[in-house]
């Protein structure tokens, strides 16, 4: 598989599973009167900038592009063909799982 190929096909990926993830994000706020716990799980580095404030138009674009970024890294880590690789991926993951954590009232 081509260096190309390796990118374009997480980011395809990533680029057809934002819209539902966004979509799940926002039936779980209810329009204000949900909770963000979905918000929190898919978006949380969006939710932790935004703390308690609204989401602005500058966050919604942050959440819109995580994904593509991810997967972008991914498809970077995976088309190089290093063995520490999965160590990059994995990393990736543990990040993300603490500030989902982070964004859940103590």
Known sequence: MTWAAKLVGPLLLSVLLTPLCLFIAAVSAGAGHG???W????FPYTMLIRGSGPLTPGLVILAVLQL?????VVGIVWA??????????VL????????????FPH
């Open 39 to 42: 918000g929190y799980i898919l």
């Open 92 to 103: 990736m993951g543990v990040a993300h799982i603490i500030a989902a954590y982070l964004c």
């Open 35 to 37: 909770d963000n716990r």
């Open 68 to 72: 593509p970024a991810y997967a972008f």
């Open 80 to 89: 190089s063909g290093k063995s520490w690789s999965w160590l990059v991926v």
